[in-house]
Antibody
Framework: DVQLVESGGGLVQPGGSLRLSCEAFGFTFHDYWMTWVRQVPGKGLQWVANIKEDGDESFYGGSVRGRFTISRDNAKNSLYLQMKSLRAEDTAVYYC???????????WGQGTLVTVSS | QSVLTQPPSASGTPGQRVSISCSGSTSNIGSNTVNWFQQFPGTAPKLLIY???QRPSGVPDRFSGSKSGTSASLAISGLQSEDEADYYCAAWDDRLNGHVFGTGTTVTVL
């Protein structure tokens, strides 16, 4: 089965850093763009960033550009999101998703909660 | 912060047809395909419609999508109680160089 499993969420103080991971199962990871989407509890979806199959190209949403870095390790079938200078408004459930031609997101992980609070 | 605008809520009785609109601009819906996602509380979103009007395998044919100009719509015909959920549209935005989501619509079955 195609599956994405996120990890790395937790409680972090404002200004702190955190790295999220997303491990892929059941498909050829290096054939796909991958993306991160977040959702503040009770609110809507917000796209965060995506990365090309080989990791050579990436794009970011305006609210995280310069603070977050998306990366991948195709040998480990894993996607990462390094988050720095975290703010209270970054508190959200972070989902990784597989991006297919269209483009659209056809597979999502279960999400990992990041809470930024003192 | 959402770039695509949806009505906050929609409702209908079982068996009725419900339609949800998604309004964008020339840089997103006007230039790219639209996708729709369904989300139940506490769970991850699920792809419902892609490329404006295509259904992934397993999605009932009572769900349909359309696009015209800078707007798109999701229709649920023969509404069922299990369709109570949040629905989001999404598209790539050429000006922002990123994906954008709609504000989301909560569908209630009366």
């Amino acid at each position: 089965d195609v599956q994405l499993v996120e990890s790395g969420g937790g409680l972090v103080q404002p200004g702190g850093s955190l790295r999220l991971s997303c491990e892929a199962f059941g498909f050829t990871f290096h054939d796909y763009w991958m993306t991160w989407v977040r959702q503040v509890p009770g609110k809507g979806l917000q796209w965060v960033a995506n990365i090309k199959e080989d990791g050579d190209e990436s794009f970011y949403g305006g609210s995280v550009r310069g603070r977050f870095t998306i990366s991948r390790d195709n040998a480990k079938n894993s996607l990462y999101l390094q988050m720095k200078s975290l703010r209270a408004e970054d508190t959200a459930v972070y989902y990784c998703a597989r991006e297919v031609a269209g483009p659209h997101f056809d597979t999502w992980g279960q999400g990992t909660l990041v809470t930024v609070s003192s | 912060q959402s770039v695509l605008t949806q009505p906050p809520s929609a409702s209908g009785t079982p068996g009725q047809r419900v339609s949800i609109s998604c309004s964008g601009s020339t840089s997103n819906i006007g230039s790219n395909t639209v996708n729709w996602f369904q989300q139940f509380p506490g769970t991850a979103p699920k792809l419902l419609i892609y490329s404006n009007n295509q259904r992934p395998s397993g999605v009932p044919d009572r769900f349909s999508g359309s696009k015209s100009g800078t707007s798109a719509s999701l229709a649920i015909s023969g509404l069922q109680s299990e369709d109570e959920a949040d629905y989001y549209c999404a598209a790539w935005d050429d000006r922002l160089n990123g994906h954008v989501f709609g504000t989301g619509t909560t569908v209630t079955v009366l």
